[in-house]
């Protein structure tokens, strides 16, 4: 019977680096020295185990054998989990545990903040200006959307006055005249379009500058020759019937000389010129749209290679074993390293470092399919998700991708060195935790291939345990 700590509801962290806040700002180089020098002699004891066993025995203590010794370092290893955790990775959820573990024993006040708590390494880009831009445009949007729906209320007030005719005619000229002055002073684009034939009956100043038109050209041609997509206009359109008026309708739209950007619309039903007509304000929303396009891709991808990141890749993992589960579809899975990748960093630089990481990604993402699902895990280390792929494939798959990495020329510093990597393979079994399971099995093939010489592949056999 073997005893694991998570058995009993144990999983605290036991070894941890403490420090002040003062510290920490007044000294952050030394602080952030002394935590790299601490991480380095963990990971050179754990790469150099014999070594440091050498070391305890004959110069420290003989209070266990030798034999304790190598046992107590193949279970801290089997604990620590190297090659799948980053050395030093502190989880928040897991200190959230802890709290409430103490919490709940009266050692600890409920509720207790951990905001400070926890050492950042590598501190993230602040991208407040990002929120306040976005604020910015969407405040903005619904200044505009309350202008489309002023406009709608003016024209409720025109028809309402349609029971005297005469008057009508009157207060149609005055704020006709109102709606001329206005819109042509607008700062950003309006067009009023036939409901009708959808021809374009006026334009301001501001929209000929941003459909890069004349005026006298663009009156009579169809609104939707500027809609990147012709079935927005018909959704645009169906939303206009049903409830007169619409708002913050984002679509792709272009320019006359088919410059492509993304506008947010707001338009009402009017009467123009005696006939009923859509006049519709446009915000360009390009830049809100690019911004939510980098935050999308800094929360799913790696800034280094651009694949996946870890949890970007575990979220993919779960869903592809979900989907095997259901429809009984074959799951394979790969764990990469980059071989003796410490030695390049110390040889080359860690400039040198990132481009082989760089290079091999491009490498993966060349060899592998579009339904395949590359990751970068940590450090050197990446993932691949193969769907409908059984193991024999994959293991098809890994020698090629072994073979392309092992031939490729890499560049450092003007010299060409080659470059290997040690691959683990395995594949979802039947009732099986499935993501976890492959990960920590696919973890064991690649640290046996790392063991039994390098530049190799292997598949998981429960003997590798």
């Not at 050395?87 to 709940?104: C, K, L, V």
């Not at 990002?130 to 959307?145: D, H, P």
């Not at 500027?226 to 320019?255: A, C, H, W």
Request: contains cysteine; aromatic residues 12%; hydrophobic residues 40%.
């Amino acid at each position: 019977f073997i005893f694991n700590p998570r058995a009993s509801g144990i999983d605290f962290y036991g070894d941890t680096l403490f420090t002040t806040e003062s510290q920490i700002n007044k000294h952050p180089e030394r602080v952030k020295k002394f935590l790299d020098a601490s991480l380095k002699g963990w990971d050179y004891a754990l790469e150099h185990s014999k070594e440091i066993i050498d070391l305890i025995y004959n110069q420290y203590s003989q209070r266990h054998s030798y034999a304790h010794l190598e046992f107590e370092a193949e279970k801290t290893r089997q604990l620590i989990l190297p090659n799948v955790v980053e050395i030093g990775y502190i989880n928040s959820g897991r200190w959230r545990h802890i709290a409430d573990t103490y919490s709940e024993m009266g050692m600890a006040p409920p509720n207790i903040s951990l905001r400070g708590f926890i050492y950042e390494r590598n501190p993230k880009d602040d991208i407040t200006w990002i929120y306040l831009s976005l604020f910015g445009t969407v405040c903005v949007a619904g200044i505009f959307s309350f202008i489309a729906m002023r406009f709608y209320n003016l024209n409720r007030r025109i028809r309402k006055e349609m029971v005297e005719k005469e008057r009508v005619s009157a207060n149609l000229s005055m704020l006709e005249e109102k709606y001329r002055i206005l819109v042509e002073h607008a700062p950003f684009p309006i067009l009023i379009t036939s409901f009708i034939s959808e021809q374009l009956m006026y334009i301001n100043p501001k929209a000929v500058q941003k459909l890069d038109i004349t005026q006298d050209y663009a009156i009579g041609k169809p609104a939707r020759n500027y809609y990147v997509n012709p079935e927005d206009r018909d959704i645009f359109l169906t939303f206009l019937k049903s409830q007169g008026y619409v708002e913050n309708y984002e679509v792709l739209m272009k320019s006359a000389s088919g410059v492509q950007f993304w506008a947010s619309l707001a338009a009402t039903l009017i009467l123009f010129q005696n006939e009923q007509a859509i006049f519709t304000a446009l915000l360009d929303i390009t830049e809100q749209k690019t911004l939510e396009k980098k935050l999308e891709t800094m929360a799913m991808t790696d800034e280094l290679t651009g694949l996946f990141n870890r949890r970007n890749f575990t979220q993919k993992g779960l869903d592809e074993c979900q989907r095997a589960k259901r429809y009984n579809l074959p799951l394979s899975m790969m764990m990469l390293d980059v071989d003796k990748f410490k030695s390049i960093n110390d040889t080359y630089g860690h400039q040198a470092g990132d481009y082989v990481l760089k290079k091999f990604a491009s490498l993966i993402m060349n060899n592998i399919r579009d339904v395949d699902v590359a990751g970068r895990l940590g450090g050197e280390e990446f993932g691949l998700l193969l769907p409908n792929t059984d193991g024999d494939y994959a293991l098809t798959l890994a020698e090629r991708l072994r073979k392309a990495i092992e031939q490729y020329p890499f560049e450092l510093n003007g010299k060409v060195v080659s470059i290997t990597a040690s691959i683990g393979v395995a594949s979802f079994v039947e009732n099986s935790v499935c993501f976890d399971q492959m990960l920590n099995n696919a973890d064991s093939a690649m640290y046996w291939s790392k063991n039994s010489g390098r530049n190799r592949v292997a598949r998981y056999r429960e003997s590798m345990v």
